[in-house]
């Protein structure tokens, strides 16, 4: 499996006021929409295709009951 780092030349910095401004408007959205833009955002930032995120590496995981 490929390892996607984060790209940290995708976005630029922001002074407060544009991030306030920023804030304001994603408020005015629908939880769904502010979602879209979340996953469009993660794929900008760690390079990988929008419509096919990569899969979680299940063998590394697992669950245990606690008693």
């Known amino acids: 499996m ?3 780092r984060l790209d ?3 976005f630029k910095a922001q002074t407060a ?3 306030a401004n920023y ?3 994603y408020r005015s959205l629908t939880w769904q929409e502010r979602i879209k833009i979340a996953h469009y ?3 900008i ?5 929008e419509n096919d995120p990569p899969k979680m590496d299940r063998t ?3 669950v245990r ?3």
């Open 8 to 10: 940290r030349t995708a």
């Open 65 to 67: 009951a606690r008693k």
């Open 2 to 4: 490929s390892e996607y």
């Open 60 to 62: 590394l995981f697992s």
């Open 23 to 25: 804030a304001q408007y």
């Open 17 to 19: 006021n544009e991030a």
């Open 45 to 49: 930032a760690f390079n990988f295709p």
């Open 41 to 43: 955002l993660n794929s």
